[in-house]
């Protein structure tokens, strides 16, 4: 039986809005939709997440995953250390966002910044304004950055989570695959199965956040028309975080004379919607996907990096406040042709735009105006792999791609608080930038000794209108060496791409970033090692070393009263991080993991600031425990099995952002803190026959922590405010 | 070896081989991350000559501070370079004033601790009134590169406070004359609540009163808001031919911004000398400044050659005017220093280096330019007479530490940039 190659997944349709694609695979001989695994699923249609408890360790550890080399494969053979969030998993821990699984796999660290999440891989954090743009987050193989920032939206704004099948994080570098921005990890969203889609999957949950209202609806359909399927999904959330306070810790917030002494937050409210349609053609000969998305968010900014607590009544009588408010649509085509026995070719196409939606607006402390921003793009993203795979034990990708990106330049415009006019000379600018990267890359795996020892390959070149080539590569082996055991060695480089708004950015108020039309791209070699070791069915254990060398890293320097990103830093460490699973059939699943990031740095500055915050790591915790377990419980109605889920998160200390020490004058840190969240939960509840009906009782932040995570503008970020909330699902 | 040799036993070699031995990993990965969280630190040499920097690196007044850091550091390379003073080499220690009295004392207070023998700054006077006596006291000479102080008769001239810039008054004076002789008769002066920008507001409004003009109003602005809608409101119900700023640029760009916002067309602005940075221009709307005018002490070296030099050492970074005067400060010590011959270790006699702070930059003798402070000090060292001739003219100190012969100019806001006339 030959091996096939499992095609990078893509695809997009859409005229209004939405969807996204799929996996096909069944067949073992026929290539899989792209990015998505291509083996057999293991339990069919009737036993999803009606039979969780039934998914053994030994099923969840050998899940098929195609990120790593744009191959179907098994965790233990991909070349790249990756985790493997499932459906099970979704519904079990009850995320209710992607940001939200990510804070519980192993090497993460997100800063909730109460606007769009913060990720940080292994030591290395983005800082200021990086909405998570160190990793690269896809649907399917196709990225969803939001290109001005290279941001990655993260929440219920993403993906429908009942058209997920399953989240593939690899912690590492993978430009040599991806490209650009596929920095310290990639986040791969796979779809789910049409033949294992439901009819109809809605959620809808409710309670309180604080003392706040709050709601989510998550409903995905689906349906088989023939050799066309068809699926559609839209998500949405209103949730309110007011009344945070600001940090103790924060050494200068700025906040409008308006509220001054105010100490909580009045609007930290958050609105997200995403829609999905993805229509699939699938034949023996391949197929032609076609998806597209549609997403917003606004927030209310009372912790945004302008001015801080700005809701509220002014003096005049206005009503004021930051609110952030962007959206974003892709439409995506994905085809693959089977053009041999040996070779298939796949093409995939998208089409992106973005922009600031127009209830954006900006406070920066005046009575006087406040700040709409103007910024858009738009673009495409070309891509096209010739599959070879011989025999079953070698394969081969080679591709090539184009990402055209048109960027509208920041403009911001002054908005009078008496008119709600802009301001004499305030227009847009119309400045515009076309940016270009043209990319190719080889990748290959080959079984050097069958079912035991396999080494991956790959080198991609890119080159940039603006910032020229860069080269990358990955390489390593991958063995299993009997009795469980298993073993990974891998290196990997990668790059990290300026971003138009760093390289473009204009102050809102005097002291804000400034654009440097200079910056480079920071880059990053990795060296990295995992043993693993399944003992039985039921424990299984890995634990892995990574070395990261950090070069040109952008750090904001200032320059004059603005803060401006220039390649002046270098780091480099090590990251040890370890994980053991541990399951008891159906009545009792566990995990805990720990790990240590032991970093250096070199500001690349000297003087006053340089000699301030030394070399010690900061912002990224120097350790983080995190654990989990899931337990049947006797059941208080006949024939209703309970389920109590639990996961807690021990976050070590934290050393403030550079920016916050040098507000403070020394160097300080933010207190370790407990994230403890808690379910109750339903399981094969069978309101209607054959039909499961899921309800559950979740808290999250259970103990109320209020300490903080470090922010970037003179105040800290405190921990998001205990929600509890009642979430019902029904499939059918 | 035996199993290892046996074909049967192979698979349980192989387990062998690969089972964890805790206490070696936990060796070994505690060797790793020790070898990774040992960092090169960088001893002092307690040989070193401190100079101390006192600078608003952050505050309401931050913005300045680093590139006037790398002013005093890029000279310091270029004395280390050529061998330091005294035979020993420079050590510039830098804290930060935060704009804040008692940051400031605090971190004087760290310098002195530090062994400083100057000390450079603060950003205002003041700031550096309230740290005249703890500097005195310790025998630490004080040097104020860009300020002048607010009031030249309060200070006591036993324990001359070297002030490179001229004064609030002079500089004031300068800008009413400029003020009237561009037509404008009825003008708003708007100035924050330090003592160097109320001098500085205050000598405008003598100076255009005493000449004929009318000032409308005198507004203050206090330093840590975040808006001054009232007073732009004030100030623009006035109707003025000009408008007067004395601010940082911080509270100066806001003010520009909101008056900008509350008039229908651009403003005549006339700016204090700490408003000509290009850090003021990027952080007001464009084109609210078109036309701004003011004063500010006259550079004399306006070549590329210092530019290019602070752009090679600095990532490109390009030096505020303040810079040009950060660099003198510190090229004169150097020269001075040196010029006292002092031997041993410790700091030299603080009469001497006081009196030698004097003579640096007073001739007779050959001058020393900005990129000669090599040549000069091999020269003190055989024994000639030279002096320091800095990028800001002729450094001639009054008994009081003021500066002599303090130069103003001209300059005019054309395109977003700042075009000096030299009028």
């Known amino acids: 039986m030959v091996r096939r190659l499992s095609p990078r997944a893509h695809p997009f349709l859409l005229v209004g809005l939405l969807v996204a694609q799929t996996v096909r695979a069944e067949e073992p001989a026929a290539p899989a939709a792209a990015a998505a695994p291509s083996s057999k699923p293991e339990s069919g249609p009737n ?151 439901k009819t109809v999957e809605a959620r809808v949950a409710g309670g309180y956040t604080s003392m706040n209202p709050q709601g989510r609806v998550d409903v995905v359909g689906s349906t088989l028309l023939g050799p066309i399927d068809v699926l559609v999904g839209v998500a949405a959330e209103s949730n309110d975080r007011s009344g945070l306070d600001m940090p103790a810790s924060s050494p200068a917030p700025l906040i409008p004379e308006y509220n001054s002494g105010q100490r909580y937050s009045r609007d930290l409210h958050r609105s997200s919607l995403v829609a999905q349609l993805r229509a699939g053609y699938r034949t023996e000969q391949g197929h032609l996907i076609l998806s597209g998305y549609a997403s917003g968010i606004e927030r209310g900014g009372d912790f945004a990096q302008w001015s801080q607590f700005s809701s509220g009544v002014d003096r005049a009588g206005n009503a004021v406040g930051t609110v952030v408010s962007l959206g974003q649509v892709r439409l995506n085509a994905d085809s693959l042709y089977h053009v041999t026995d040996t070779v298939d070719l796949a093409l995939q196409g998208t089409y992106f735009q973005g922009g600031v939606l127009p209830q954006d607006r900006v406070e920066v402390a005046s009575n006087l105006f406040y700040v709409e921003r103007d910024f858009a793009y738009r673009g495409v993203d070309v891509n096209m792999e010739v599959r070879w795979t011989p025999n079953e034990r070698f394969n081969a990708i080679l591709g090539a791609e184009t990402v055209f990106d048109h960027e509208s330049l920041p403009n911001p415009i002054r908005i009078s608080k008496e008119t709600g006019r802009a301001l004499g000379g305030d227009a847009s600018s119309g400045a515009t930038r076309d940016l270009l990267n043209v990319g190719t890359f080889l990748s290959a795996n080959y079984q050097l000794v069958k079912q035991y020892l396999k080494a991956s390959g790959g080198v991609r070149y890119d080159h940039h209108n603006l910032y020229g080539d860069q080269l990358t590569g990955r390489g390593g082996l991958t063995s299993n060496w009997g009795g469980g055991f298993g073993t990974k060695i891998l290196y990997g480089s990668a790059f990290k791409a300026p971003t138009p708004m760093l390289l473009y950015s204009v102050p809102l108020r005097p002291g804000d970033v400034i654009g440097n039309e200079n910056l480079k791209p920071q880059t990053i070699q990795t060296v990295e090692a995992q043993l693993s070791w399944k003992m039985n069915r039921s424990f299984s254990a890995s634990t892995g070393v990574a070395y990261n060398w950090l070069f040109n890293k952008a750090e904001f320097t200032p320059q004059g009263l603005n803060q401006t990103a220039q390649n002046v830093s270098s780091q480099q460490g090590l990251s040890w991080e370890t994980r053991a699973d541990y399951t008891i059939g159906r009545k009792f699943q566990s995990y805990a993991s720990f790990e240590i990031h032991q970093y250096s740095r070199d500001s690349g500055q000297e003087g006053y600031k340089a000699d301030l915050v030394g070399s010690a790591n900061n912002v990224f915790p120097n350790w983080v425990g995190r654990a989990g377990a899931s337990v049947g419980l006797p059941s208080f109605f006949a024939a209703v099995p309970l389920e109590f889920a639990t996961q807690a998160i021990v976050v070590g200390p934290r050393v403030a952002s550079d920016t916050n020490i040098f507000e403070t004058g020394r160097i300080y840190t933010l207190d370790p803190y407990v994230w403890l969240n808690a379910s109750l939960s339903t399981r094969e509840l069978y309101l209607i026959p054959g039909h499961e009906t899921y309800f559950a009782i979740r808290v999250k932040n259970l103990i109320g922590g209020r300490q903080a995570d470090p922010g970037f503008s003179g105040f800290d970020y405190p921990l998001a405010p205990r929600e509890v909330f009642f979430e019902a699902r029904h499939s059918y | 070896m035996t199993e290892r040799n046996d074909p049967k036993s192979r698979p349980h070699a192989q387990r062998a081989h690969f089972r964890l031995r805790p206490w070696r990993t936990a060796l070994a990965l505690g060797s790793l991350f020790a070898a990774t969280s040992c960092t090169e630190a960088v001893k002092p040499n307690d040989d070193d000559i401190v100079i ?372």
Not at chain 2, 170 to 199: C, M, N, P, S, V
Not at chain 2, 371 to 390: A, N
């Open chain 1, 47 to 197: 036993a999803s997440e009606e039979n969780l408890g039934e998914l053994d360790l030994v099923r969840l550890l050998n899940v098929q995953v195609s990120t790593a080399s744009k191959t179907s494969e098994s965790m233990d053979e991909a070349p790249a250390i990756i985790s493997v969030v499932t459906r099970e998993d979704i519904q079990r821990w009850g995320y209710q966002s992607v940001a939200e699984a990510l804070q519980h796999v192993v090497g993460f660290y997100l800063i909730d910044d109460h606007i769009i999440a913060n990720t940080g891989v292994r030591g290395v954090t983005g800082g200021l304004g990086a909405e998570s743009g160190v990793i690269k987050v896809m649907i399917d193989g196709r990225s969803v950055s939001y290109r001005t920032t290279s941001g990655n939206w993260l929440g219920v704004e993403l993906v429908p989570l009942g058209s997920i099948k399953q989240i593939e994080i690899i912690r590492g570098p993978a430009s040599a695959l991806y490209g650009a921005d596929a920095f310290l990890g990639v986040v791969n969203i796979i779809t789910v199965d049409p033949a294992q889609a």
């Open chain 2, 52 to 423: 101390g920097l006192l600078l608003p690196f952050t505050g309401s007044t931050a913005g300045n501070g680093a590139n006037f850091e790398r002013a005093v550091l890029l000279a310091a390379d270029r004395i280390n370079a050529a061998g330091g003073v005294l035979g020993r080499s420079i050590r510039v220690v830098a804290a930060d004033s935060h704009s804040d009295v008692e940051r400031s004392r605090s971190s004087v207070e760290t310098l002195i601790d530090a062994g400083a023998v100057a000390i450079l700054g603060p950003e205002s006077p003041d700031i550096a009134l309230t740290l005249i006596e703890a500097m005195n006291a310790a025998d630490v000479a004080f040097i104020s590169p860009l300020v002048g102080a607010g009031s030249e008769t309060e200070l006591d001239c036993t324990h001359p406070w070297f002030r490179m810039a001229p004064s609030a008054q002079d500089l004031g004076a300068a800008l009413a004359k400029e003020i009237f002789a561009d037509g404008a008769r009825q003008i708003a002066i708007i100035a924050a609540d330090t003592d160097y920008d109320r001098a500085f507001g205050s000598a405008v409004a003598s100076r255009f009163k005493r000449l004929g003009g009318e000032v409308l109003s005198e507004i203050e602005l206090a330093t840590r808001k975040g808006t001054y809608d009232a007073e732009v409101r004030e100030a623009a119900l006035l109707s003025p031919d000009a408008f007067v700023l004395a601010a940082s640029p911080r509270i100066g760009a806001t003010v520009a911004n909101e008056i900008d916002a509350e008039l229908d067309q651009t403003a005549q602005w006339y700016l204090s000398p700490l408003l000509k940075t290009e850090i003021f221009l990027e952080n007001v709307a464009p084109r609210a400044l078109e036309g701004a005018v003011g004063v500010a002490p006259r550079i004399f070296e306006r070549g590329d050659s210092f530019p290019s030099a602070f752009r090679e050492r600095w990532l490109g970074d390009e030096p505020l005017e303040g810079a040009y005067f950060y660099y003198d400060a510190m090229g004169l010590l150097a020269i001075a220093l040196e010029s006292t011959g002092f031997e041993g270790g410790g700091n030299p006699n603080f009469a001497d280096f006081r009196q030698a702070l004097f003579n640096a930059a007073a001739p007779p003798g050959e001058a020393v330019r900005w990129f000669e402070l090599d040549l000069g000090l091999e020269r003190l060292r055989k024994g000639d007479d030279i002096y320091y001739s800095g990028l800001t003219g002729p450094l001639l100190f009054e008994s009081c530490g003021s500066r002599r012969l303090g130069v103003t100019e001209r300059f005019t806001v054309k395109s977003g940039d700042f075009v000096s006339s030299g009028r």
